[in-house]
């Protein structure tokens, strides 16, 4: 019931995506940006009347979504799609049935002018994926379906809400990433520019655009539905459906909206099928989806996540058939747009002639010459010559940039090169050793880079190298496991060599970005080092090594070293932790703690994560009456002040 029903519900959906491409006109128009909606003028293509004239607005300063970074809305949530190629008999299983039940958390992560970033994390409590009636899920597919629908994954949205695009890790299975985009869909809720009684938008889901109709009804609670496809989704975009097709749809969804205008609720049924004249069996998709808030959290960490994680990312339009192959270098060939090398690297300069250089536009830069070092990799090479005397920072921080995101074995050469050239600035240097240390994919040349300027006489360059290090380890555990165990083991070595403070300082520094648990225990002995300054870097080392042994570790430091700064650097570890198994140990810093230097690190960070996790309000109203120090009682206090209603 295992493999052979997993394959045939893979195979059902492949076929079902195929059928939709023949549905497509041959001589279709080419594909429209995601980002692009039509004027409202289209009909749909099966000759449909014009979307309906929109009632006259009606100003109000509040009809206005809350996009607040670092607001994380979370629900608990029922989802269930289900596929039938061809009519069914009453009775039978459909095709293949898709079904989730457990919590959606919807955290916003990065605003723009006229977009929105989203993380989205699904938490499943229950799965059931099953092909003509038979569970496909066994004991070894089950949790491997169940890691690819947990997977955080990002969706930029325009600030009316409609969702644009969505960007998942590498490797997500197309059968979760088309459930998780049509979740997506299904929760939409597009507000006009002013609130109105009833409207419409033109909306993207996984089966192409559509007109969405909005009623408002009682208080704020909102009917949805959709009216008409005005194009479908196929291998090459959204193109207009045949003439020969019919795409018939019946959908109700209740929104009921809170004071931020985000949904406290959402129910919602839907009904599409898309029936051919030329002897092709009718597709027939049901899904139905409730939501529920029950949290609104702050999340400051999550802040600038999709950035951090973008060059990891596949990134698509919610109208594309994710089953279909691309050429990635397509994609690539229309970000260079025919730039060369000098092209670029002259644009960088040309952004910082008239002061601060825009950073949107070298972000735009960087991602072309991203693509061309993939594109064109020979062309790597070229890059140390051109950084000769080069003394824009701009420009020569985003090549390096680029070259690491590029991560090609000749980028890597190229960014060794300027690393240990003596002829190139310190500044340049210092970035180039930087970007060497956080390429995806290390190389042996690259790390012989590093570990030459590790020994540089230079404190800037052999600190910078030795960090370096670390984070190169990291990603050569995950690549190449062979080059990334040698490169822990050494450093666990060299670790304990020297007599230095500060040395033995740096070299505990680079083992914590290796974020590996294996070093937990020459952690525990650098935190019995005699020196403070080891100490204090073994307690902030703790903040990325995973487990519960790190996490009473962390404690114990915070309440048991003698050194102030010690156990401030436990409480700073702990902010990149979960809270929970930290709150005993903090409750007895805000109490008991003699310096009040390390009582606020401990607020701020509670305050910081007032939502997080039990008792911290409690925390912080004792704080905010007893301690001694009144900045300390006036910092736990403006927090509390400033904590969001409880929805």
């Known amino acids: 019931m295992t493999r052979r029903h997993w394959l045939a519900a893979t195979c059902l959906i492949v076929l079902a995506l195929g059928i939709v491409a023949r549905f497509v006109g041959a001589d279709a128009p080419p594909a429209m940006p995601s980002d692009k909606i039509p004027p409202r003028t289209e009909h749909s293509a099966e000759g449909g009347a014009p979307p309906a004239v929109l009632l006259a607005p009606v100003p109000d300063p509040r009809w206005r979504r809350a996009w607040v970074e670092g607001s994380q809305f979370v629900y608990s949530a029922t989802a269930e799609q289900r596929l039938a190629l061809g009519k069914q008999l009453p009775g039978a299983p459909p095709s293949v049935l898709l079904g989730m039940k457990g919590e959606l958390s919807f955290a916003?992560?990065?605003?723009?002018?006229?977009?929105?970033?989203?993380?989205?994390?699904?938490?499943?409590?229950?799965?059931?994926?099953?092909?003509?009636?038979?569970?496909?899920?066994?004991?070894?597919?089950?949790?491997?379906?169940?890691?690819?629908?947990?997977?955080?994954f990002f969706v930029t949205l325009n600030t009316q809400g409609a969702a644009l695009s969505t960007y998942f890790e590498m490797g997500i299975?197309?059968?979760?990433?088309?459930?998780?985009?049509?979740?997506?869909?299904?929760?939409?809720?597009?507000?006009?520019?002013?609130?109105?009684?009833?409207?419409?938008?033109?909306?993207?889901?996984?089966?192409?655009?559509?007109?969405?109709?909005?009623?408002?009804?009682?208080?704020?609670?909102?009917?949805?539905?959709?009216?008409?496809?005005?194009?479908?989704?196929?291998?090459?975009?959204?193109?207009?459906?045949?003439?020969?097709?019919?795409?018939a749809t019946q959908s109700r969804t209740l929104i009921v909206l809170g004071e931020e205008f985000w949904p406290t609720s959402l129910e919602g049924r839907e009904r599409v099928e898309l029936d051919s004249k030329e002897g092709a069996p009718p597709i027939i998709g049901e899904s139905e989806v409730s939501l529920s808030r029950i949290a609104v959290r702050h999340a400051p960490a999550l802040i600038g996540t999709l950035e951090a994680r973008r060059k990891y990312l596949g990134q698509t339009s919610l109208a594309t058939a994710v089953f279909v192959p691309v050429d990635p270098r397509d994609e690539l060939r229309r970000q260079v747009a025919g730039a060369t090398l000098s092209d670029l690297s002259t644009t960088l300069r040309g952004l910082s002639k008239n002061g601060t250089p825009d950073g949107e536009?070298?972000?735009?830069?960087?991602?072309?010459?991203?693509?061309?070092?993939?594109?064109?990799?020979?062309?790597?090479?070229?890059?140390?010559?051109?950084?000769?005397?080069?003394?824009?920072?701009?420009?020569?921080?985003?090549?390096?940039?680029?070259?690491?995101?590029?991560?090609?074995?000749?980028?890597?050469?190229?960014?060794?090169?300027?690393?240990?050239?003596?002829?190139?600035?310190?500044?340049?240097?210092?970035?180039?050793?930087?970007?060497?240390?956080?390429?995806?994919?290390?190389?042996?040349?690259?790390?012989?880079?590093?570990?030459?300027?590790?020994a540089s006489p230079d404190a800037e360059l052999r600190g910078t190298a030795t960090l370096a290090l670390g984070n190169a380890t990291r990603n050569a555990l995950r690549g190449d496991p062979a080059l990334g165990e040698g490169m822990l083991a050494e450093l666990m070595r060299s670790a304990t060599g020297p007599s230095s403070p500060e040395a033995r300082a740096l070299l505990i520094r680079s083992l914590a970005n290796t974020a590996d648990a294996r070093v937990l225990p020459t952690l525990q002995q650098a935190l019995?080092?005699?020196?403070?300054?080891?100490?204090?870097?073994?307690?902030?080392?703790?903040?990325?090594i995973p487990g519960p042994d790190a996490d009473r570790l962390v404690s114990r430091v915070m309440l048991e070293d003698l050194a102030p700064e010690v156990r401030r650097a436990a409480?700073?570890?702990?902010?990149?932790?979960?809270?929970?198994?930290?709150?005993?140990?903090?409750?007895?810093?805000?109490?008991?703690?003699?310096?009040?230097?390390?009582?606020?690190?401990?607020?701020?960070?509670?305050?910081?994560?007032?939502?997080?996790?039990?008792?911290?309000?409690?925390?912080?109203?004792?704080?905010?009456?007893?301690?001694?120090?009144?900045?300390?009682?006036?910092?736990?206090?403006?927090?509390?002040?400033?904590?969001?209603?409880?929805?």
């Open 108 to 152: 916003i992560v990065g605003t723009r002018r006229d977009t929105v970033d989203l993380q989205v994390h699904v938490l499943a409590h229950r799965l059931e994926f099953e092909s003509e009636g038979k569970s496909s899920l066994d004991e070894r597919s089950r949790p491997q379906m169940l890691e690819h629908l947990q997977t955080p």
């Open 173 to 247: 299975n197309p059968i979760a990433q088309n459930f998780l985009r049509s979740l997506i869909a299904a929760t939409q809720f597009v507000m006009p520019a002013a609130r109105q009684d009833a409207w419409e938008a033109q909306e993207l889901d996984v089966t192409g655009q559509y007109v969405a109709r909005y009623s408002g009804m009682q208080g704020e609670s909102y009917v949805k539905s959709k009216a008409r496809y005005l194009r479908v989704a196929s291998p090459g975009g959204l193109r207009p459906v045949d003439p020969s097709v019919s795409v």
């Open 361 to 454: 536009r070298t972000a735009q830069v960087m991602g072309r010459l991203k693509a061309l070092f993939l594109l064109e990799p020979g062309t790597a090479a070229s890059v140390p010559g051109l950084l000769q005397g080069e003394k824009d920072r701009n420009t020569y921080s985003s090549m390096l940039g680029a070259l690491s995101a590029a991560s090609t074995p000749e980028a890597v050469r190229a960014l060794g090169h300027v690393a240990g050239d003596f002829s190139q600035a310190t500044v340049v240097r210092v970035d180039a050793i930087a970007a060497l240390g956080v390429v995806e994919n290390p190389t042996q040349e690259g790390v012989a880079a590093l570990r030459g300027v590790a």
């Open 528 to 544: 019995l080092d005699p020196s403070p300054v080891v100490r204090e870097a073994a307690a902030e080392a703790l903040r990325l």
């Open 571 to 647: 409480i700073f570890a702990s902010s990149f932790r979960a809270l929970a198994p930290q709150i005993p140990a903090l409750a007895q810093v805000i109490r008991h703690d003699t310096v009040e230097a390390v009582r606020i690190e401990a607020v701020r960070l509670l305050g910081a994560n007032l939502r997080q996790a039990p008792g911290v309000a409690e925390l912080l109203a004792w704080a905010g009456q007893n301690d001694p120090n009144s900045d300390v009682r006036h910092t736990a206090q403006a927090f509390l002040s400033a904590r969001p209603p409880v929805q």
